[in-house]
């Protein structure tokens, strides 16, 4: 895959490549969406791990403060928090080896995206997953 701000394509190879998807800013309340679009990830076969420093655990397992906690590599570090907030999780993703930076809608930073280009991590701003998975039938 190479790195890039994802079009159609790269978001198909992403969605259809990836295993592990750590939701950075994971709710623990059912009627937040990062906790509904986890969930929906679960469904649709993903290994989703919590990333949330100030929720200890979501249905009874464990969330992690950051990323470096979780226990396997990461394939998209799926962002739920301010813009403001990417730039050091964009770092987080490049310390960890994660292969994409995925940013939900209204959630976008050029300097970051710029960052994990240059690092080799594909990039999606501005995009919910779950749409995108949807849109393009994957599964």
Known sequence: MFP???????MRDVLTCAQVIAVVGHSDKPDRTSYQIAQFLRRAGYTVYPVNPLVKEIDQKPSYSSLRDVPEPIDIVNVFRRSQ????IVDEAIAT???TIWAQLGISDELSAQ???AAGLNVVMNACIKIEYLRLGIG
């Open 85 to 88: 907030y990417l730039s050091e």
């Open 115 to 117: 960052k994990a280009i």
């Open 4 to 10: 890039k701000i994802a079009d159609d394509s790269v």
């Open 97 to 99: 080896h994660a292969k």
